[in-house]
């Protein structure tokens, strides 16, 4: 019974900043991935960063590297997406999700293992 809570969207001009967090609970083990995801109109879901909560590797897409930044407060069970120089493209539903990193370790990337636990989502809307 994994639940994850979002928060944090809205809408800002391009150029400007959000901070997405998302709150975890329920979990039965100590080392996970957590992940964000966003989805936009007519386009697939797609990964944007994910963080191994057992150390903090991290990866990102090509996209948004060097804008935005996961990241983890272990304390409160929350994962982070600091997103910076927002753009027009990066509106979209964003999603928390979360899976166990048992088999996977640190290789959190989205492409290896099904997260199978995700948010409600949270809206972004970008305009310029």
């Known amino acids: 019974q994994v639940q994850l809570v979002e928060s944090g969207g809205g809408s800002v001009q391009a150029g400007g900043s959000l901070r997405l967090s998302c709150a975890a609970s329920g979990y039965t083990f100590s080392s996970y991935c957590m992940g964000w995801f966003r989805q936009a109109p007519g386009k697939e879901r797609e990964g944007v960063a994910t963080?191994?909560?057992?150390?903090?590797?991290?990866n990102y897409a090509d996209s948004v590297k060097g804008r935005f930044t996961i990241s983890q407060d272990n304390a409160k069970n929350t994962v982070y997406l600091q997103m910076n120089s927002l753009k027009p493209e990066d509106t979209a539903m964003y999603y928390c999700a979360a899976r166990s990193a048992v088999l996977s370790g640190r290789d959190c990337n989205w492409g290896r293992y099904e997260y199978n636990y995700w948010g409600q989502g949270t809206q972004v809307t970008v305009s310029s």
């Open positions: 963080i191994y909560t057992g150390g903090g590797a991290t």
